[in-house]
């Protein structure tokens, strides 16, 4: 936003013209002020009313201007001093406060034009719904005016946020602080679930799904993935989430070889789930590619198609068939992890009926106001296959649940899929997002960049899900040119006029110039500030605002008395040994 706004008058101008109004008001006040009090104290005859008979009386004498005058001017130039050291130091504290970006706010989105986005907005939209609790997850306030922005309990949003920008303690703490139904929260950190975990457990139960020990949580309790393998159209999603999650970022799958190892897998995915057996039997079979047991008890279960299919992958050449059965080795290697096996297999040499622990229920979570927290990293030895799969099963679960119950859900659920692309790589959710909202399910996806959304989907379903998304919130942090141009496109120009004046010997001329220019360019949203975000929402101009961490609200002692109950605190060093001096022996003489 480089171009000023002009209208009327220069800004130089107008500020002379106002210092001389200030000037004359104080002076002339303050004059007449002083001699009036002055002759009181002093007890001799008022002066003139009129402030010119004043003025003139005064030039010339005539009205007397006692030393009591002298001493209210002197109180009144002191106060006067005092409150401008007042304004001037206020003035400069809410300086510190705002931020470069803060002069476009008033081209942004304010007031009505905010109507649906405002608190009283979404409380209505709340009490539709059936919610007494909040109005709505909170996005910040507007720099403009101040006014809360609310995402209501129907919004679904798309964030991008880059690193170390505050998007966990901006957006997804403070929204699961106040969801009003069940919570599914994934993360590649254990910070929320440190923070937000102590007031979440006083409403319900909470579960951590900690593969990869991010938050060192022991396997209390464990989730059979092939619970939710109940037809051979189940099993081809679970493969689904396997080939998606251990797929290289930007490679390709081939032509042949990914579509042959997601068919046998699948295929194995059902054996396993009808013979009631652990997911690691999935992996056994695998790496011994001839074992017909899966055949065996696919055919019992009259799975014609697949047992046939299996039986004609094992007849393949050993070449060709060691090619699929390698793909398919690899897309779940993951399993080989003995600490991702202990949430999703029996331990202890029980099986899947007689494990003892807790097992997880996607139904009864989808029933409930529990929270589930999913934690996982990318890279090497990534659980996100298995993270993505618990994930879709407890949305398939609240979506049948919003089914019986008349199509939605009672309660909103919230989903706060924070690195979203890394954690819960959901190839499909594109295609549903859309009407999650209309079935009380609240997805808040959270990415590092545009580039993360296009490796996962690609570039048209990353589009397809931005416009379906009711809420985006850009929160700074993005150097990829490409999208902060389109971003910068959305937010649009605003328009101002010129006006010149030009003198000769003919007189004065004044000319207007209208013009347009961009509220924020590629650089201003490069380096927005932190603390700010700005919000595209559905039926609303772009809003700047400011963001509102959690220890900015209501939750803050809470969710310290959380963060000290559950963090992990520092390992106390070992005592170094004091030597001590020799103790001399009494008996013995030198």
């Given at each position: 936003?480089?171009?000023?706004?002009?209208?009327?008058?220069?800004?130089?101008?107008?500020?002379?013209?106002?210092?001389?109004?200030?000037?004359?008001?104080?002076?002339?006040?303050?004059?007449?002020?002083?001699?009036?009090?002055?002759?009181?104290?002093?007890?001799?005859?008022?002066?003139?009313?009129?402030?010119?008979?004043?003025?003139?009386?005064?030039?010339?004498?005539?009205?007397?201007?006692?030393?009591?005058?002298?001493?209210?001017?002197?109180?009144?130039?002191?106060?006067?001093?005092?409150?401008?050291?007042?304004?001037?130091?206020?003035?400069?504290?809410?300086?510190?406060?705002?931020?470069?970006?803060?002069?476009?706010?008033?081209?942004?989105?304010?007031?009505?034009?905010?109507?649906?986005?405002?608190?009283?907005?979404?409380?209505?939209?709340?009490?539709?719904?059936?919610?007494?609790?909040?109005?709505?997850?909170?996005?910040?306030?507007?720099?403009?005016?101040?006014?809360?922005?609310?995402q209501s309990w129907e919004d679904l949003s798309l964030d991008i946020w880059g690193p170390r920008t505050g998007k966990s303690t901006s957006r997804v703490m403070p929204a699961?602080?106040?969801?009003?139904?069940?919570?599914?929260?994934?993360?590649?950190?254990?910070?929320?679930?440190?923070?937000?975990?102590?007031?979440?457990?006083?409403?319900?139960?909470v579960w951590v799904f900690d593969p990869q020990k991010i938050a060192q949580e022991e396997a209390q309790w464990w989730w059979n993935p092939l619970s939710y393998v109940t037809?051979?159209?189940?099993?081809?999603?679970?493969?689904?989430?396997?080939?998606?999650?251990?797929?290289?970022?930007?490679?390709?799958?081939?032509?042949?070889?990914?579509?042959?190892?997601?068919?046998?897998?699948?295929?194995?995915?059902?054996?396993?789930?009808?013979?009631?057996?652990?997911?690691?039997?999935?992996?056994?079979?695998?790496?011994?590619?001839?074992?017909?047991?899966?055949?065996?008890?696919?055919?019992?279960?009259?799975?014609?198609?697949?047992?046939?299919?299996?039986?004609?992958?094992?007849?393949?050449?050993?070449?060709?068939?060691?090619?699929?059965?390698?793909?398919?080795?690899?897309?779940?290697?993951?399993?080989?992890?003995?600490?991702?096996?202990?949430?999703?297999?029996?331990?202890?040499?029980?099986?899947?009926?007689?494990?003892?622990?807790?097992?997880?229920?996607?139904?009864?979570?989808?029933?409930?106001?529990?929270?589930?927290?999913?934690?996982?990293?990318?890279?090497?030895?990534?659980?996100?296959?298995?993270?993505?799969?618990?994930?879709?099963?407890?949305?398939?679960?609240?979506?049948?649940?919003?089914?019986?119950?008349?199509?939605?859900?009672?309660?909103?659920?919230?989903?706060?899929?924070?690195?979203?692309?890394?954690?819960?790589?959901?190839?499909?959710?594109?295609?549903?997002?859309?009407?999650?909202?209309?079935?009380?399910?609240?997805?808040?996806?959270?990415?590092?960049?545009?580039?993360?959304?296009?490796?996962?989907?690609?570039?048209?379903?990353?589009?397809?899900?931005?416009?379906?998304?009711?809420?985006?919130?850009?929160?700074?942090?993005?150097?990829?040119?490409?999208?902060?141009?389109?971003?910068?496109?959305?937010?649009?120009?605003?328009?101002?006029?010129?006006?010149?004046?030009?003198?000769?010997?003919?007189?004065?001329?004044?000319?207007?110039?209208?013009?347009?220019?961009?509220?924020?360019?590629?650089?201003?949203?490069?380096?927005?500030?932190?603390?700010?975000?700005?919000?595209?929402?559905?039926?609303?101009?772009?809003?700047?605002?400011?963001?509102?961490?959690?220890?900015?609200?209501?939750?803050?002692?809470?969710?310290?008395?959380?963060?000290?109950?559950?963090?992990?605190?520092?390992?106390?060093?070992?005592?170094?040994?004091?030597?001590?001096?020799?103790?001399?022996?009494?008996?013995?003489?030198?």
């Amino acid at each position: 936003m480089s171009a000023p706004n002009r209208k009327g008058m220069g800004l130089g101008d107008a500020l002379l013209v106002w210092f001389a109004i200030g000037f004359i008001v104080i002076v002339g006040g303050g004059t007449y002020a002083a001699v009036h009090l002055g002759s009181w104290m002093a007890g001799i005859d008022a002066p003139p009313k009129h402030p010119i008979d004043l003025i003139a009386g005064l030039v010339k004498g005539r009205v007397p201007w006692p030393v009591q005058s002298t001493v209210a001017a002197a109180l009144m130039v002191g106060v006067l001093l005092v409150l401008a050291i007042v304004v001037l130091v206020a003035w400069r504290k809410g300086a510190s406060k705002r931020a470069r970006v803060d002069k476009a706010a008033r081209y942004l989105g304010r007031g009505k034009s905010l109507a649906a986005f405002s608190e009283k907005g979404a409380r209505a939209t709340a009490e539709r719904l059936g919610v007494t609790d909040t109005p709505g997850i909170v996005v910040g306030k507007v720099v403009s005016t101040g006014q809360t922005f609310i995402q209501s309990w129907e919004d679904l949003s798309l964030d991008i946020w880059g690193p170390r920008t505050g998007k966990s303690t901006s957006r997804v703490m403070p929204a699961i602080l106040d969801a009003p139904g069940a919570v599914v929260s994934t993360s590649n950190k254990r910070d929320v679930v440190d923070g937000t975990r102590g007031v979440r457990e006083l409403t319900a139960p909470v579960w951590v799904f900690d593969p990869q020990k991010i938050a060192q949580e022991e396997a209390q309790w464990w989730w059979n993935p092939l619970s939710y393998v109940t037809d051979e159209e189940k099993a081809y999603k679970l493969t689904q989430h396997f080939s998606v999650g251990s797929r290289v970022p930007g490679s390709k799958p081939d032509a042949y070889f990914d579509p042959k190892a997601e068919d046998i897998l699948s295929s194995y995915f059902l054996a396993a789930a009808l013979g009631e057996l652990p997911i690691t039997q999935v992996y056994l079979w695998v790496t011994e590619q001839v074992n017909r047991e899966p055949i065996n008890i696919l055919k019992e279960h009259d799975y014609e198609l697949q047992y046939k299919g299996l039986e004609s992958t094992l007849e393949l050449a050993d070449k060709q068939r060691d090619g699929i059965f390698g793909t398919a080795e690899k897309m779940i290697q993951c399993l080989k992890s003995r600490n991702t096996l202990r949430w999703v297999a029996p331990m202890g040499g029980a099986t899947v009926a007689t494990d003892a622990r807790r097992q997880f229920n996607p139904h009864a979570f989808a029933a409930s106001q529990e929270t589930i927290y999913i934690l996982s990293k990318e890279g090497a030895g990534s659980a996100s296959p298995l993270t993505t799969a618990l994930t879709v099963a407890i949305a398939e679960a609240m979506e049948e649940r919003a089914e019986r119950n008349g199509g939605r859900l009672p309660k909103p659920a919230l989903f706060a899929l924070d690195e979203l692309a890394n954690v819960v790589r959901w190839a499909a959710l594109p295609d549903q997002f859309s009407h999650y909202g209309s079935k009380g399910l609240i997805v808040m996806g959270i990415l590092q960049s545009w580039s993360q959304g296009v490796e996962l989907w690609g570039e048209a379903n990353m589009r397809k899900i931005w416009s379906a998304a009711n809420v985006k919130v850009y929160g700074g942090g993005v150097a990829e040119e490409g999208f902060l141009r389109a971003l910068s496109d959305l937010i649009g120009d605003y328009s101002y006029t010129n006006v010149s004046v030009s003198s000769g010997k003919s007189g004065s001329s004044r000319s207007r110039q209208e013009g347009k220019e961009r509220i924020f360019d590629v650089s201003n949203l490069a380096e927005l500030d932190r603390g700010r975000a700005v919000v595209l929402a559905s039926g609303a101009p772009a809003t700047l605002v400011r963001t509102m961490p959690w220890y900015t609200g209501r939750h803050k002692d809470a969710v310290e008395a959380s963060i000290k109950k559950y963090s992990p605190r520092p390992e106390e060093p070992e005592p170094v040994p004091v030597p001590t001096a020799p103790v001399s022996n009494p008996w013995v003489t030198g």
